[in-house]
């Protein structure tokens, strides 16, 4: 059995090492867009009843009214920090998974150059 036969399966195995890793990429990239899409739903949510609040704050409210609508933005600040959290969790998860990938990949592009290498020389 030559070098490059030899070396092949080692090949297969870090191919499949970095397509795995290129799925966990993918899987931590959607991740990351999900959250994301729901840090900026709940800004827009947030802006969205401050203009209404205006509106009604505008031709006057009750003082229990007032408290209802502090202890909601109060409600709704948390919930935000809470995603912005998530969103920094997926960002550290995604940068590991890429760093995964890159090694994988680098790891299978070198093999790959080795049994081409090897396959050559027995050519010759």
Request: hydrophobic letters at 35%.
């Amino acid at each position: 059995m030559t070098k490059s036969q030899r070396m092949k399966p080692v090949l297969k195995i870090a191919e499949a090492r970095e397509e795995t890793a290129a799925k966990e990429l993918g899987v931590a990239q959607r991740h990351l867009d999900e959250q994301k899409t729901r840090l900026n739903e709940l800004y827009e949510y947030r802006k969205e009843y401050l203009q209404q609040t205006d509106v009604v704050g505008g031709k006057g409210i009750s003082v229990a009214r007032y408290v209802h609508i502090q202890r909601f933005l109060n409600n709704l600040n948390i919930a935000i920090e809470q995603q912005q959290q998530m969103v920094e969790q997926a960002v550290r998860l995604c940068e590991e998974r890429q760093r995964y990938w890159q090694e994988a990949h680098t790891k299978s592009q070198s093999l790959d150059r080795v049994v081409q290498h090897y396959a050559r020389q027995e050519l010759h």
